[in-house]
Nanobody, 119 residues
Framework: QVQLVESGGGLVQAGGSLRLSCAAS??????MAWYRQAPGKQRELVAT???????NYADSVKGRFTIDRDNAKNTLYLQMNSLKPEDTAVYYC???????????????WGQGTQVTVSS
């Protein structure tokens, strides 16, 4: 029943911007995150945001990307500015379902959305 659906990807020139969305349903979530994966590379963590709004970013995107969430809408966002060709990847939404203290969390993935940045 839990479902994460990403949207907002597309083709953009270097220096441009995109805003990704992840619509979550079926549960409420603690930490949410964006990952990305380029062909032939491992999936990497881009940014995280806690339920209270605390954020962390990969060094490669600091100052350019902003992660945000709307808990009322159960939606996660990634605002991407000053895009570079090396940002080209499939971007995935990840959500942590908190199951209580000292209990392992459950993690869910979206299907991914393609971001392509041309030079």
């Amino acid at each position: 029943q839990v479902q994460l659906v990403e949207s907002g990807g597309g083709l953009v020139q270097a220096g441009g911007s995109l805003r990704l969305s992840c619509a979550a349903s079926g549960s409420t979530f603690s930490t949410m995150a964006w990952y990305r994966q380029a062909p032939g590379k491992q999936r990497e963590l881009v940014a995280t945001i806690s339920s209270r709004g605390s954020t962390n970013y990969a060094d490669s995107v600091k100052g350019r990307f902003t992660i945000d969430r709307d808990n009322a809408k159960n939606t996660l966002y990634l605002q991407m500015n000053s895009l570079k060709p090396e940002d080209t990847a499939v971007y995935y939404c990840n959500a942590e379902q908190f199951n209580g203290p000292f209990r392992v969390s459950t993690y869910y993935w979206g299907q991914g959305t393609q971001v392509t940045v041309s030079s």
